[in-house]
């Protein structure tokens, strides 16, 4: 009798995830208008970069984190951690709805406000894989086996322009044109959250960012940084603080979350 292989049959572990964030003025802002949200029970993580006159981008990035969680957290409590990708998927972007449909309503009613809207990154975490969304120029990286990579592609200018071979990479890190994005919460009526499911390994480790840190921190020295043998919190901080030496000529922003084999701690 022919023999199958145990192989077959192996299966993937369950993973639980430890976080941690935090976000930083700079050093050539008076205010910050970034914002970010970690809810360890739920495995979500959400991240914005407001933009706009006044307080405008304060009560953007606020407003879109804040939504953006609370309708997470309803639909979660009724469809738990097990739900199939494509629910988790239409969840996020119905939450993303109700926040942009808030966030444009707003600022009509609110002459001081008018013209706001904010970036979005955003990530769910589970047992298994990630769900990874976003809208602007705010990025999600991966680290894994000792290769960082850039998850997200930007939904800005410059991108276009290097998509479309008009400039080159290196052109590209000093273009006038890095910081405009073409799409954004708060601006339309509808807005795409672009989402993509990555399957989830022991170690895996995610960044989640604003462009403060990204346009701050080359990739090397983010590799660098990442690999760097700290606790999360620290990690965290020490990307901050290398995003502020080299300039800090924007808020900050950063969440990592990492990936490890058991159940959550108590």
Request: aromatic share 4%; charged share 20%.
């Given at each position: 009798?022919a023999?199958?292989?145990?192989?077959?049959?192996?299966?993937r572990?369950?993973?639980?995830?430890?976080?941690?964030?935090?976000?930083?003025?700079?050093?050539?802002?008076?205010h910050n208008?970034d914002?970010?949200?970690?809810?360890?029970?739920?495995?979500?993580?959400?991240?914005?970069?407001?933009?706009?006159?006044?307080k405008?981008?304060?009560?953007?990035?606020?407003?879109?984190?804040?939504?953006?969680?609370?309708?997470?957290?309803?639909w979660?409590?009724?469809?738990?951690?097990?739900?199939?990708?494509?629910?988790?998927?239409?969840?996020?972007?119905?939450?993303?709805?109700?926040?942009?449909?808030?966030?444009?309503?707003?600022?009509?009613?609110?002459?001081?406000?008018?013209?706001?809207?904010?970036?979005?990154?955003?990530?769910?975490?589970?047992?298994?894989?990630?769900?990874?969304?976003?809208?602007?120029?705010?990025?999600?990286?991966r680290?894994?086996?000792?290769?960082?990579?850039?998850?997200?592609?930007?939904?800005?200018?410059?991108?276009?322009?290097?998509?479309?071979g008009?400039?080159t990479?290196?052109?590209?890190?000093?273009?006038?044109?890095?910081?405009?994005?073409?799409?954004?919460?708060?601006v339309?009526?509808?807005?795409?959250?672009?989402?993509?499911e990555?399957?989830a390994?022991?170690?895996?480790?995610?960044?989640?960012?604003?462009d403060?840190?990204?346009?701050?921190?080359?990739?090397?020295?983010?590799f660098?940084?990442?690999?760097?043998d700290?606790?999360?919190?620290?990690?965290?901080?020490?990307?901050?603080?290398?995003?502020?030496?080299?300039g800090?000529?924007?808020?900050?922003?950063?969440?990592l979350?990492?990936?490890?084999?058991?159940?959550?701690?108590?």
């Amino acid at each position: 009798m022919a023999s199958v292989g145990a192989s077959l049959f192996s299966i993937r572990p369950q993973l639980s995830w430890d976080f941690a964030g935090l976000t930083d003025v700079g050093r050539a802002r008076a205010h910050n208008e970034d914002d970010l949200h970690i809810d360890p029970a739920l495995g979500l993580a959400v991240l914005a970069d407001g933009m706009g006159g006044y307080k405008g981008g304060e009560v953007a990035s606020a407003m879109a984190v804040s939504l953006v969680h609370a309708s997470f957290a309803r639909w979660f409590a009724q469809a738990g951690l097990q739900a199939p990708a494509r629910v988790v998927r239409r969840a996020l972007q119905a939450a993303t709805d109700e926040a942009n449909s808030a966030i444009l309503e707003a600022g009509l009613a609110n002459a001081e406000l008018h013209g706001m809207g904010t970036t979005l990154v955003l990530a769910a975490f589970r047992p298994q894989r990630v769900l990874v969304g976003h809208i602007g120029d705010s990025r999600c990286y991966r680290l894994r086996n000792n290769k960082l990579e850039q998850l997200t592609r930007d939904h800005s200018l410059r991108q276009q322009q290097l998509d479309a071979g008009a400039i080159t990479a290196e052109e590209a890190l000093i273009s006038p044109h890095r910081n405009l994005v073409t799409r954004a919460m708060g601006v339309e009526p509808q807005v795409v959250l672009e989402m993509h499911e990555h399957t989830a390994r022991p170690d895996d480790l995610y960044m989640l960012c604003s462009d403060g840190l990204s346009e701050m921190v080359p990739d090397a020295q983010l590799f660098t940084l990442l690999n760097h043998d700290v606790e999360l919190q620290q990690k965290a901080s020490l990307l901050v603080a290398v995003a502020n030496d080299n300039g800090g000529r924007d808020n900050i922003s950063v969440v990592l979350a990492r990936a490890r084999v058991g159940s959550a701690p108590e």
